[in-house]
């Protein structure tokens, strides 16, 4: 099974920060990562799809870059509506791991 | 609107069994594949398993083979997750995702809070 590790697992910032979030997968999966952002007591949002494609509807601030094993996402200006726990996933084949998620909190 | 609504949250004993449903509407049910995530309670998302409505053709994380069933009525654009026996550790949130052509799972349920307790 492939295995997901994200970076940091808390994540301290403030409003319009950089923020960058990494991905790491224990064997090559091509660009098939997805982004996700959960807020608490919400299901969690498609943020980015195919490691840099941005799922329509999601701000422009938000973004994804990686392939094969190295992933990373990037916030460009964190606004208050951005802190929020966000998670990968690999998608190869048919299976679907997640990573174990990343809290972004205010500083 | 495209979405996917899930039945209501469950209170359950250790060893009752259970199925809960997802239904989908605003697209063709048959031709996406519908996914099961965990998320215990203060925890992560765990993929669970995936099936194709229009063939029933599922495929299982390891982790949850043998301990779950999900399966598909395309007839009544249904997927359901169902337990023979639940354990406390079941307790958790369970949501249904739609796979978008490619992979990524872009239309969430809403949840549906399983709560296992003596």
């Known amino acids: 099974d492939i295995q997901m590790t994200q970076s940091p697992s808390t994540l301290s910032a403030s409003v319009g920060d950089r923020v960058t979030v990494t991905c790491r997968a224990s064997q090559s999966i091509s660009s098939w990562l997805a982004w996700y952002q959960q807020k608490p007591g919400k299901a969690p949002k498609l943020l980015i799809y195919k490691a840099s494609s941005l799922e329509s509807g999601v701000p422009s601030r938000f973004s994804g870059s990686g392939s094969g094993t190295e992933f990373t996402l990037t916030i460009s200006s964190l606004q208050p509506d951005d802190f929020a726990t966000y998670y990968c996933?690999?998608?190869?084949?048919?299976?679907?791991?997640f990573g174990q998620g990343t809290k972004v909190e205010i500083k | 609107e495209v979405q996917l609504v899930q039945s209501g949250a469950e209170v359950k004993k250790p060893g009752e069994s259970l199925k809960i449903s997802c239904k989908g509407s605003?697209?063709?049910?048959?031709?996406?594949?519908i996914g099961w995530v965990r998320q215990m309670p203060g925890k992560g998302l765990e993929w669970m398993g995936i099936?194709?409505?229009?063939?029933?053709?599922?495929r299982y994380s390891p982790s949850f083979q043998g301990q779950v069933t999900i399966s598909a009525d395309k007839s009544n654009s249904t997927a359901y997750l169902q337990w023979s026996s639940l354990k406390a550790s079941d307790t958790a949130m369970y949501y249904c995702v739609r796979r978008k052509q490619g992979g990524a799972f872009d239309i969430w349920g809403q949840g549906t809070m399983v709560t296992v307790s003596s």
């Open positions: 099936i194709y409505p229009g063939d029933s053709d599922t």
């Open positions: 996933q690999q998608y190869n084949s048919y299976s679907g791991t």
């Open positions: 605003g697209y063709s049910f048959s031709t996406y594949w």
